[in-house]
């Protein structure tokens, strides 16, 4: 290493220190010698100066570091650094996207009408013709194909008569034929209805009403007021089978 290296230096007669250059070196009143171009240098005993090596060692690698370090790092890291950054604020902008889909259907204007259907073997089964928003229609579509129950879904818009205390649910006689008439040639007791969310449980009873529609009577109007099921809400309801017995899961639109 360069700074690991002593050069003797000629000294005359006269105590002073010849470099070999005039404007490099300098000789003190005293005989002590001084070299202007090395500031760690000092003379020994015998007349020699000697140059420290930590003068060496510290000019390189500073010099090294700064050519070859502190000026990659000036040139780069400032365009990945920016690079970097502007990546980071586009995909925050991503991530705080607001999302604009509708969560309160009844502010959304009822313009997709759907309706009776007599296909046997659609998916839903619609208690009459009514209208909902597009976006409940998605909505309805969503869980449907999220919900997979052992026979199908019933979506009913809630009249007066359903969601007054002490009345009754009917499904339509289409929904009834296909899909309940082998549980209720007797009155069913003890049928299991739910909420989708699991807050509100009640067991009801189940007849064949009027009609040849499947009925529900007992606790519905308990259970209706409970779940706070209102008249024009749009409510689907799945319908499962369970140790031989019916059992409803009502989850609103």
């Avoid at 009776?116 to 579509?141: D, E, G, Q, V």
Wanted: aromatic share 10%.
């Amino acid at each position: 290493m360069r700074g690991s290296r002593t050069e003797p230096v000629d000294v005359s007669s006269d105590g002073s220190a010849d470099s070999g250059s005039d404007e490099n070196s300098d000789s003190s009143s005293d005989g002590s010698g001084y070299s202007s171009s090395y500031e760690g240098a000092s003379m020994s005993s015998d007349g020699v100066v000697y140059i420290s090596s930590d003068e060496g060692e510290y000019s390189s690698p500073d010099e090294g570091a700064y050519t070859s370090y502190d000026e990659d790092m000036s040139s780069s890291s400032d365009e990945g650094a920016h690079t970097i950054h502007a990546k980071g604020v586009h995909r925050r902008m991503k991530e705080k996207k607001p999302w604009k889909a509708c969560m309160n259907i009844c502010d959304c204007p009822k313009e997709y009408t759907v309706g009776y259907n007599p296909i046997t073997n659609a998916r839903c089964m619609y208690s009459k013709r009514f209208k909902m928003s597009m976006c409940a229609w998605k909505r309805l579509n969503h869980y449907v194909e999220s919900v997979e129950p052992a026979i199908g879904h019933y979506v009913c818009e809630l009249n007066k008569t359903f969601a007054k205390l002490g009345q009754r649910m009917y499904f339509s006689v289409v929904f009834t034929k296909k899909h309940l008439a082998d549980f209720i040639a007797t009155p069913v007791d003890g049928v299991k209805i739910q909420l989708s969310s699991g807050r509100c449980v009640r067991r009801v009873r189940l007849i064949n009403g009027v009609d040849n529609r499947a009925t529900i009577t007992r606790n519905w109007g308990n259970f209706a007021e409970k779940a706070k099921l209102t008249k024009g809400d749009i409510c689907v309801f799945s319908l499962r089978v369970r140790k031989g017995k019916p059992e409803f899961t009502v989850h609103k639109i």
